[in-house]
């Protein structure tokens, strides 16, 4: 089977089932970047999260608190404030823990040379104990502090998918260039037409358009996809 028309099939199949998050559909903050990688023929995005802060509860293996066999307290897309955390503390009943996770993107990709991007990870994550048993281990000042931490934590993530938004998209641009140039050549070196009409142009004329074209390239400054997303000092 065509690899191309498999992959189609299989991006049809994932993007028709249902959104199975607890949200059950794409965080408004991601959503531009979502639709512009499902647009793409080459793309299509299997999971996302445009950031968010969170209180869990349950046990923690080791030093992190494993989320699949927690109880959700609390799960915010916004600014937290204290009195919204201190209500959900009050139900905590093991070991709560505060968590600012930031952006979260997976992307399947057609073939090996599309596979540029596969998952786009933020690293500025937070994650700190607050009670322990049921118990509140931290005074109600520390968790104010923790909470402008994470509303921080969450400003630039909004910062920073705006950026990579803007770099994927140029990216994107410049390789649908590229690709219909390479397509023009192919079709001009196949075409016997084509060896004539360039036989018939002015030398001096093409000459100076691929150097003006050439400049234009070197004075380009492309950020490229398959490059480090979000480093710790972006």
Not at 23 to 30: H, M, Q, T
Not at 141 to 150: G, M, N, Q, T, V
Request: proline share 3%; glycine share 4%.
């Amino acid at each position: 089977m065509d690899r191309s028309a498999e992959f189609r099939r299989w991006k049809a199949q994932c993007l028709s089932k249902a959104d199975l998050s607890r949200k059950g559909s794409v965080d408004e903050g991601v959503v531009e970047l979502v639709q512009l990688l499902n647009e793409r023929e080459e793309f299509f995005t299997t999971s996302s999260c445009a950031g968010r802060i969170l209180l869990l509860d349950g046990n923690i293996n080791g030093f992190e608190v494993q989320k699949k066999d927690c109880c959700w307290l609390l799960v915010t897309h916004r600014p937290c404030v204290k009195d919204d955390m201190i209500t959900a503390l009050k139900k905590a009943h093991g070991d709560a823990i505060l968590k600012f996770e930031p952006l979260v993107l997976h992307v399947q990709c057609r073939q090996l040379q599309d596979a540029q991007i596969l998952a786009v990870r933020s690293t500025h994550g937070l994650e700190v104990p607050l009670s322990h048993e049921g118990k509140l281990m931290v005074t109600e000042e520390y968790i104010d502090f923790l909470l402008k931490i994470a509303n921080q934590k969450l400003e630039e993530n909004k910062k920073r998918i705006e950026r990579f938004y803007n770099c994927l998209q140029h990216a994107l641009e410049r390789e649908t260039v590229t690709d219909s140039h390479s397509k023009e050549k192919i079709n001009e070196k196949n075409n016997p037409y084509s060896h004539k009409k360039k036989r018939n142009q002015e030398k001096p004329c093409g000459k100076c358009i691929t150097e003006e074209n050439d400049k234009e390239l070197e004075n380009d400054d492309d950020p490229g996809i398959n490059v480090t997303i979000f480093p710790d000092d972006y």
